[in-house]
């Protein structure tokens, strides 16, 4: 009984807060660290050095008016912000943020479930996730939602198609799907597979800035050309988890690569004997530092690098990722079996 | 016991969003309906131990037909253009033959079924010495099944060029 329905229950409920908490601290961060590179200092009025301004963006939002066009397509406008929210937030179930533990004198695993086909899961919810874009768009019934939420979803369908290939890689090296049997190929390999496989690791990183609309990629919401992008119509809470899906996303992608392709839970160098007093340090440290440095970076990228233009973006997915990605696996394939004789 | 009440009710509903796809009018709405439908489906594999299938259900219908279909009916002009005149009992009586014989089908499918029960599930796996949904699903595909799925491979990259050579008319 408590193994089965209230442990389990607990880890939803404490992974789903933290991944709340999270992403509001996740804008905060953003525009703070774009702050510093512009040389400003960013929120600093709502507690000190601003970090309650999550909170008073949150109260903003939540009194702010909700306002539904009149001749937008009600049932689908409603029903848009939850489908983009939650296969980002359900997406989390199969991540693992570290090992098995004791706590309170109880074996703890530190994931809420681990399933065979794990990295299967992960990309089939982000597929779905696109619905979010294409229906905010079309119900909107407004020129430049819909055409954001055309170009979202060309972006997203091109980009998915690189990225689940460099998958496919990291799976044959690793001989599993599952993400727990991923971090623990790592270990008995003595090696992250960011060091096996740079390269599907670079068309995964690239792709995840696009899967995720975010800088240079964030064609969807380029307020130059579009406004606002696809949730131009939105207000209040509904804009807000639009919102708070993109950073949830990020959080994914991140998690993801780090379980991939920066040995989860492991410490670094897994095989140096010498550095084994790390190992205080409890692996769910390990997966959230390395996490926050892909975050870092993405806020990073955004501060740094200009936006692309709609066909730079298509000819970059399609004519160098996707082949990129194609010859990676082929050459992995061969590798493995080369090995293997 | 549980199972027999999840797989009644993942039925109902796959049954019902089937109904709502060709009843609804807006055929957008249409459309989520059948992402829904295939969404229970995948539930439906899930209960069943199928978990490599239903993700691929989910990855390849909802998540990527169904997102095309939705770019068609988004796009395409939906004004029809005027009919040339047709019988008006055509149609009625094209439905009446196609329900009448999947009528039949699904009585005769029911007869079978009650003459010879099903084997029960085997709890062992299906090939000797590989554990795992997905390692299960690989060794058939490339042992016992290896011509239709090379056949059907050979479909799909038949119809990709197909496309291609459509959408392209000067290559």
Known sequence: MIDNLVIPLLKIIIVLNATLVGVTYMVLLERKVIAWAQSRLGPMRVGPYGILQPVADAVKLMIKEDITPVRADKWVFTAAPIIAMVPALIVYAVIPFGDTTRLFGREVTLYISDINVGLLYVVSVASVGVYGIILAGYASNSKYPLLASLRASAQLISY???????????????????????VRAQESAHVWFLFVQPLAFGIFFIGGLAETNRAPFDMPEAEQELTGGFHTEYSGMRFALFFLAEYA????????????????????????????????????????AKSFVFLYVFIWVRATLPRYRYDQ??????????????????????VKVLIAL | ????????????????????????KD???????????????????????????????????????????????MLVNLKRPPEAYQDPHRRRNLGLALSAAILLEVGAIATYGYVNPAPALAAAPLVPGISGNTEEVGWLLYTSYLIPFEIASMLLLVAMIGAIVLAKREL
Not at chain 1, 160 to 182: F, K, N, P, R
Not at chain 1, 257 to 285: E, K, M, Q, Y
């Open chain 1, 313 to 334: 973006l298509m000819r970059l997915g399609w004519k160098v990722l996707i082949p990129l990605a194609i010859l990676n696996l082929v050459v992995t394939g061969i």
């Open chain 1, 160 to 182: 998915e198609v690189a990225v689940t290939l460099t998958l496919v890689s990291v799976i044959l090296v690793a001989g599993s799907l599952s993400m727990v049997q991923i």
């Open chain 2, 27 to 73: 055929m957008v709405h249409s459309v989520l309906f059948l992402v829904l439908d295939f969404l229970f489906v995948a539930a439906l594999y899930v209960l069943l131990g199928a978990q490599f299938l239903a993700a691929i259900q989910v990855l390849v219908y909802a998540g990527g037909i169904v997102v095309l279909y939705l770019f068609v009916v």
């Open chain 2, 1 to 24: 016991m549980g199972q027999a009440i999840a797989f009644y009710a993942l039925s109902f509903f796959i049954l019902f969003f089937a109904v709502l796809v060709v009843t609804t």
């Open chain 1, 249 to 288: 996303n990020m959080i994914v992608v991140s998690s993801v690569a780090t379980t991939l392709f920066l040995g989860g839970w492991l410490r670094p160098f897994p095989n140096v004997a010498t550095l084994s007093f790390l190992d205080f340090i409890p692996g769910w440290t390990w997966f959230l």
